[in-house]
């Protein structure tokens, strides 16, 4: 794998708060490696300094062979934030003609490559009209294709995805996937499970600062979730407690996690557990809404990692 | 340092300004109602021609035998000019209870009782005048008495004159030698008018003109917007940025914090200069203003010098403002406040000849008003290099500390910003 980006015990604190712990992962060309975890999980921040916004205490980057202060390699980057940093007052176009002159891009040049970038993201019926008259979706469409005008190596996105609806998000994930490119890294920060699994080749996945997993989707459920979930649902939530008693007399603690009135069992054989819970749980008068199979998530190799979930699923 | 960055900031924050309704309200017509307004409401039209005093008068002289009478009075009112202008409107009453009643009303300015005999009176000795000043205002009362003394004091001249020449003829001239006549001649007019003073007027041509005191204040309105706009795009320069999402995007471009910033004071630069601009035509072509520049002449290009000079020291102190304010709005009403407040009370836009003393104080130690100060006295009044030089190397030093100290606060700003 040819790296594109090395981080090596990258810390950073502010006060009294370490944002970021310790980190190092390589990201190779060609891959979208995601960052997933919960707000204030320290994504931001070490999106900031992979970006050259903000110096690390210690640890350090190397990005596309080199510094990310030089400012050679910052022509070849970009960072799409979070929130749209649009100008209201300016049309998309005059938008996009700013940002690439930031990057020397100027001219004619500058305006042919809004121009496609505008039709890319499906905004020509706005490419003159101002930002302000924008809906939130264009918006984060227009952010996107702000950060594609110097046809970046290195894609930053932070949070691409949040506040929009289901049907953005897809479109964003398809926009995403074409540009993926061989001789193109992709670093995404996200607290969507769906997106970070739909999106990354590998993950990241990072809580208080720390990365606390990392690698290939399937291979981080296998290492930290199981085979198989099964999920139980109560009529009442007061019986969660007395079904998880219940099941610790003959399974391990750490396979049960109970979380919003329901309980996750992890299992690698759940065709024999699954009626044996169901028996169990009837037998000390726990009424079961529902109970069933199903894969792990990455929020489960969170959940089983923390014990917390990173957040109520959208859409 | 790149000049496409530093270009893209200029165009971007140029385009931005313009479009924004507000900005363009505060920035170009908000001075332009002042100006407006002084104009035509606080000097209007006319203003700098001499007055004309209404006044009524009473004449009970019957002396028809005399060559002086009251009628002789009433036609050298009627007559009285000053630069072409009559100085009095005059009014005949046939009572001075009705003369007085208008007086007091305010009707007229003041009135004049032409006794009975003041024809035989004037012509045979002394004679009296019963002069009314109506009092509405100390001022108007002292110019009210004072032209009235002076055109008494004129008339009663010209009488004496008369009377000495008349008197003259009654010396048998076979009998008195010449020399003799001319000195009791003199004496005579001695007597009559001691001390014969003359009077000069030397008062700057261009400060009576209403033409110059519109200049005057064309050049006050683009103080006053500079001082709040300055402030106000000094102070919102990053802040406005960084509550807008776009800071971290910009830096995390090839874009150095000297581009940032340098873009940023060249766009208010521009903003500003075009503001400028719209003022002095507007000044000159609709309110008449009289503001003379010419590119041929060196020491006017201390105005546009000046005027880059001043733009340069409100956005540093916009800067010094930043580190006080949390938001962009609180930042504008701040500047808008401070902004006309200064400008009110630095001699800016009210002439610093009506402060009291200690108010001056202000004014001549604050560089901004060296520097519109210095305009004025160039292409308004005239005045030559080095009778402003010293208000041109004070404002621009200023300037320069005050924008070094403002790039330094911007560049704290940004690292504080960006870590937050």
Known sequence: MRVAVRVNGLTKRFGDKTAVDKVSFNVGFGEVYGLLGPNGAGKSTLISMIAGVIEPDEGTIEVLGGEVRDSEIRAKINYCPQNPALYDDLTGLENLIFYSSLYGITGRRALEKARE????????????????????????????AAALMNEPRLLILDEPTTGMDPQM???VWQLLSEIKDSDRAIIISTHYMDEA??????????????IIAEGKTEDLKRSYASKSVISIEFFNPDDQQKAREALCRYLEPRDIVAINGSIRVYSEDPDTLLPQISLDLFKVGVKIASIRVVKPTLEDVFLRLTGRRIMEVEG | MRASAIKAFVVKDFKETFRDKVAVFWMIAWPLIWLVLTAYIFI?????RPMTMRI?????DVSPGFPVNGSILIRALEEAEYKGVKLFNVKIYEDKALLLEDIKRGRIDAGIIIPENFGENLTLGQTTLEVYVGARSIQSTQINRYMLERFIEEFSRVVSEEKIAW??????GEYVPLEVLEVVEGFLRGLAKPVNATFTEVLPEALISREAWIGWYTIGAIGMTMLYSGLNIGSTALLEERQRGCLHKI????TTPSELIFGKILSGILSLSITSVAIIVFGVFVCGAKIHWSPLRAEHWIAPIMLLVLASLTLGMGSILSLMVKSVGGASNLSTSLGLMLAFLTGIWFPREWFPAWMRILADYSPAT???????DVIVFEAGLMEVVHYVIGAALAALAVLAVGVMIYRRMLKKYLEK
Do not use: C, H, Q
């Not at chain 2, 008197?167 to 048998?172: E, G, N, T, V």
């Open chain 1, 117 to 144: 970038l505008i039709k890319r993201v499906g905004l020509e019926g706005y490419a003159n009209k101002p930002v302000k008259i924008y809906s939130g979706g264009m918006k984060k469409r227009l952010n996107l």
């Open chain 1, 169 to 171: 998000r897809r479109e």
């Open chain 1, 197 to 210: 699994e739909a999106l990354s080749d590998r993950v990241a996945i990072m809580d208080s600062g720390r």
């Open chain 2, 44 to 48: 209007p039209p006319g203003t700098d």
């Open chain 2, 56 to 60: 009524g008068l009473v004449n009970y």
């Open chain 2, 167 to 172: 008197a003259m003829k009654f010396i048998p």
């Open chain 2, 251 to 254: 830096l995390a471009s090839p």
């Open chain 2, 370 to 376: 060296w520097a519109v100060d210095a305009i004025r």
